[in-house]
């Protein structure tokens, strides 16, 4: 799996969407990449957030955000 593929299936993940196989792909994939793993912990905290003011879908400018500039990083390996 590469940071593209995890992109891709990221909303999925979140909604606990993914088929056991793809899952324990993903969890590989976070354990080695270090970029990924913290896009996962900020989207987490603020899903939370979002959560606690009773708006469960994270906003689009949001997830854009964090994804250009987890590419950004991702690129330069
Ligand atoms: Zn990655």
């Known amino acids: 799996m590469t940071c593209t593929d995890f992109l891709s299936k990221m909303t999925d993940y ?3 969407e ?13 354990a080695e990449c270090d970029h ?4 996962v912990d900020t989207t987490r ?7 606690d003011h009773q708006v ?3 906003p689009n400018e949001v997830r ?3 994804v250009a500039r987890i ?3 991702c690129v330069k390996h």
């Open 56 to 58: 469960f879908e994270l």
């Open 64 to 66: 854009e955000r964090t």
């Open 18 to 30: 993914v088929e056991p196989e793809l899952l324990t792909e993903i969890q590989s994939h976070l």
């Open 36 to 39: 990924c793993e913290i896009l």
């Open 71 to 73: 590419m950004a990083a």
């Open 45 to 51: 905290q603020t899903i939370r957030v979002y959560r």
């Open 14 to 16: 979140f909604d606990g």
